[in-house]
């Protein structure tokens, strides 16, 4: 009979490999997700920029647009006293 205190040798052994299977694996583990952090970070970063490009051409669109609207208001307050001045010579 075998004595209560001994514990098998492949019971050992196989505790022995998965502690050295798991220690061997962190590395790569912890690579793999720093890669997949680093990753997604920049994924974000890029989506972010393309957003903020999107936003700001549409803003310098409309200050465009505000400032030709602006031009065409002189201009036609401008042609507008011409035309009256002309219309109207004693005012």
């Given at each position: 009979m075998a004595d209560a205190l001994t514990v098998n040798p492949q019971v050992t052994d196989s505790v022995t490999?998965?502690?050295?299977?798991?220690?061997?694996?962190?590395?790569?583990?912890a690579m793999g997700n720093l890669l997949m952090s680093t990753s997604q970070a920049l994924g974000n970063a890029a989506h972010n920029a393309t957003a903020a490009q999107q936003q700001?051409?549409?803003?310098?669109?409309?200050?465009?647009?505000?400032?030709?609207?602006?031009?065409m208001s002189?201009?036609?307050?401008?042609?507008?006293?011409?035309?009256?001045?002309?219309i109207e010579p004693g005012a």
């Open positions: 490999q998965v502690n050295t299977k798991v220690v061997g694996e962190t590395p790569a583990m700001a051409a549409i803003t310098m669109q409309a200050a465009t647009v505000q400032g030709v609207n602006s031009l002189i201009g036609s307050s401008v042609i507008g006293r011409s035309a009256e001045s002309i």
